[in-house]
């Protein structure tokens, strides 16, 4: 078997962060912020079974990313 002959599908992957300041009072401000990781919630598939002795050689067993996450954030800054 040749080199790189189990190679599986490309990846796509789109993270995004939204921040924003807010000012409270002269010196004091707050920081808003949002981040979104895989937003689109594509999967990304793992590369085929390349052990010869499996019985699933060449199959596509599972996902190699995490499903949709958000979080969010307030600081305070002074």
């Known amino acids: 078997i040749g080199r790189n002959s189990f190679r599986g599908k490309s990846q796509f992957n789109l993270d ?3 921040s924003r300041i807010f000012p409270i009072y002269e010196s004091l401000s707050m920081t808003a912020r949002l ?8 999967p ?3 590369t085929p ?3 010869t002795s ?3 050689f060449g199959q596509i ?3 190699s990313n995490a499903a949709r ?3 969010g954030s307030l600081k305070i800054n002074f």
């Open 16 to 18: 995004a962060q939204v």
């Open 49 to 51: 079974t390349a052990s």
């Open 61 to 63: 067993g599972g996902q």
């Open 69 to 71: 996450v958000f979080q």
């Open 35 to 42: 981040e979104a990781f895989n937003m689109l919630n594509h």
């Open 54 to 56: 499996s019985g699933s």
């Open 44 to 46: 990304n598939f793992s």
